[in-house]
């Protein structure tokens, strides 16, 4: 192995960091506002759709890309490609902004969120029966994970540092954190399995008004499966831009190897799916030609457009083609997800929810702080590996 | 602070118990309504739409009036249950106007509610009287429970910064005084009584079975959705007066035979952690043997 992560460098002070900036900003004025006035007023949420974008996107479909660290490690950690090792850094980093992201969303959602410290505390008043109160410990507790798996990048940073303090602290944890490394790898690996599955579980609470379409109980499988697979492909995604953003060699090789393990389980969820539909003889609603039915369609289509794509060992080298394959399998799995918790979601005729702009704009404002932070801590610490083997 | 205490230990010997492998107690589950269980029922053909109740609600329970759809402000007209309607009259008509039905909605108060079981502090929870009430100290606002309740009960303070979940708790606090809950205490035609859920239930039956073809012969809420403590008799389909067709089995038990197939004992996550562990470590030591046969 001859790669090594290394700081990308370069001015911190950019167009781009500057607009993300500007985004951001705009994102936290608005959440002040939101904080201020309450939810009415700022989102187009309701007691019909009590859940809303920030639900959907921030905390369903973001977790879900944000699976990067985990669908990678487990390639390398479980399935052994150790030679693929490169890639866990920049996965766990997106991860670990991608969750917090989540976590954050979460605490502007919630109308009590004063209260939110006593879902981890009040422990004698935890409810079992609550798939939601296992989803929030959970994503508490890989967020803390992640940035515990993520530190050996600032510690090595840190570790020369003219700060005594702060170089002492990185020479201590290095060497720890490298031991325990083995307890808390395992730990990021099964806090996702425990929580994208209970994100399935969650919905199927809304019984005989979520949609029959959506409506199985291998809705926790077939979350788990997406989130490997969008997870994957926001490796992908995130890997093919900083190669161009920061003029680096591009990891193709390796995310080719990879999709190899990626189609069959595309194949695997859309299967399950039709099966689960078949046997419950719920095959005909597929074709009832309303808008529900044909979401749903596309949901399949763009499940089995990678299959296609990515179908020979060739077409998996291309990068372009690896690169489109990804973008499908993320609007497939986002698609699904936000199709579970909004459009399979009937409260009634009565209801209607589209987001409003200040719910579109804290979320663009919150994305843009998740890039811009990736970038900073890209080019000040070893995150991405310059020299790639091939 | 006794309960609290003695629900910690609790908690602490469940998941002791849990972790030992042993099968955790299912004390969430009811199968039938608890002993003391109370409720209402409520006879379309009585009830003359005269709105006393829903007055007489937000009285009660110091709801200021929803003048939403009153320009003039001078009615308290809610469209549906909300933050500021504990209870509604609807008036359902078919097409043709010659069936019509006034409706009565407020909180079923399940014997199985799915708003409980969706809860992470238990905010919601049957309390005294197997009345669903409300702790808005445990409370987050996540709305979880707006999504898993089948009769779209519960209802979220939209305009407020620091907003609460409102729905009926029964008057639970006149039933402290010794009182009857407001609305059937009202009700000037008794389409809208008070008491025990078992004399209810056989009142209900005897009404059937006292004008035959004057009722649809069947009570709603005996059964329906594992059973409620607020029962209906109608002169007209339930579907049309927005009661669900629930099933007997109650509805949360799906999702919650899923959540704890998986998290039994919580053996799978734990059995997965190990496993986890042990793949790793295999393989760390493969690579280390790996690299030591390329020294030599």
């Known amino acids: 192995m001859t790669t090594r992560a290394e700081p990308m460098g370069g001015s911190l002070d950019t167009t781009a960091t500057r607009a993300l900036a500007g985004l951001l900003g705009l994102g936290a004025v608005l959440i002040v506002w939101r904080l201020i006035v309450g939810l009415g007023p700022t989102t187009a949420l309701n007691d019909g759709y009590p859940l809303g ?7 369903v479909t973001g977790t879900a890309v944000a699976c990067g660290g985990y669908a990678v490690a487990i390639l390398v950690y479980i399935l052994n490609k150790g030679r693929y090792h490169p890639l866990v850094r920049p996965a766990l980093l997106t991860s670990a902004l991608g969750y917090s992201l989540a976590g954050f969303s979460v605490v502007i959602d919630i109308g009590r969120w004063w209260n939110v410290w006593k879902v981890p505390v ?45 170089r002492r602290m990185s020479r201590a944890a290095l060497p720890m954190l490298k031991k325990a490394s083995l307890f808390i790898i395992a730990l990021g690996l099964l806090l996702p399995t425990m929580h994208q599955s209970s994100l399935g579980t969650l919905m199927l609470l809304a019984g005989p008004r979520l949609h029959p379409l959506w409506n199985t109980p291998w809705l926790p499988l077939l979350f788990l499966i997406s989130c490997v697979s969008m997870g994957y492909a926001g490796v992908v995604f995130e890997s093919t831009l900083s190669s161009r953003l920061f003029g680096r060699r591009s990891d193709t090789a390796m995310l080719a190897a990879l999709a ?19 046997w419950q003889g719920r095959l005909g609603l597929l074709f009832a030609g309303d808008g529900r039915s044909v979401l749903a369609a596309l949901e399949y289509v763009l499940f089995l457009a990678p299959v296609v794509m990515l179908s020979s060992a060739e077409r998996r080298r291309d990068p372009g083609q690896l690169f489109r394959a990804a973008l499908a ?57 310059k020299e790639q083997v091939a | 602070m006794g309960i609290s205490r003695r629900a910690a230990l609790k908690t602490v010997l469940v998941a002791g118990a849990a972790a030992a492998g042993a099968r955790p107690a299912k004390a969430a589950v009811l199968a039938q309504a608890p002993a003391d269980a109370v409720g209402l029922l409520y006879d379309t053909t009585l009830c003359i739409g005269c709105k006393t109740c829903m007055v007489a609600c937000n009285e009660a329970n110091a709801l200021p009036a929803d003048t939403t ?69 445990l409370c987050v606002g996540c709305r979880y429970c707006e999504v898993a309740c089948p009769f779209n009960v519960p209802k979220f303070e939209w305009s407020s910064a620091a907003p609460k ?42 009404r059937i079975d006292e004008s035959p073809g004057r009722y649809i012969p069947k009570v709603y809420g005996e059964t329906d959705g594992g059973g409620t403590q607020v029962l209906y008799l109608s002169h007209v389909p339930f579907e049309h007066l927005g009661l669900p067709a629930l099933g007997e089995t109650p509805g949360p038990e799906r999702a919650r035979s899923l959540q704890h197939g998986i998290y039994r004992g919580f053996a799978a996550p734990l059995a997965l952690y190990g496993v986890l562990g042990l793949v790793m470590w295999r393989n760390r030591s493969a690579a280390a043997e790996d690299r030591n046969d390329d020294a030599r």
């Open chain 1, 122 to 166: 009040y422990f004698w008043h935890w409810n079992f029966n609550s798939a939601l109160l296992e989803v929030a410990l959970c994503i508490m507790a890989y967020v803390f994970v992640l940035w515990i798996e993520l530190s050996p990048a600032f510690f090595e940073r840190w570790q020369d540092s003219s700060f005594v303090a702060l």
């Open chain 1, 260 to 278: 190899a393990a990626i189609v069959p389980l595309q194949i695997a969820f859309v299967v399950l799916r039709l099966g689960d539909l078949a």
């Open chain 1, 53 to 59: 974008l920030w639900i959907a996107f921030d905390v």
């Open chain 2, 69 to 137: 759809l009153s320009p003039a402000r001078l009615y308290h007209a809610p469209a549906d249950l909300n933050a500021r309607a504990k209870t509604v009259i609807k008036l359902y008509a078919d097409a043709d106007g010659m069936t019509r039905s006034y409706l009565k909605a407020q909180c079923m108060h399940c014997i199985d509610p799915a708003c409980a079981t969706a809860c992470m502090l238990g905010s919601l929870q049957k309390r005294e009287f197997g009345i669903v009430t409300y702790d808005p100290d």
């Open chain 1, 329 to 385: 399998m993320i609007f497939a799995g986002a698609l699904f997800r936000f199709d579970t918790y909004l459009v399979a979601f009937t409260p009634g005729p009565q209801w209607a929810y589209f987001p409003s702009v200040p719910e579109l704009l804290i979320t663009v404002g919150l994305v843009a702080g998740e890039i811009l932070a990736y970038i900073l801590i890209v080019k000040m610490f070893p995150v991405l590996a």
């Open chain 2, 165 to 206: 979940i409102v729905k009926c708790e029964l008057c639970n606090h006149r039933l402290a005084e010794g009182k009857e809950p407001a609305c059937s205490e009202v009700c000037p035609r008794h389409a809208v009584i008070f008491g025990k859920r078992s004399d209810l239930l056989k009142e209900a039956k005897r």
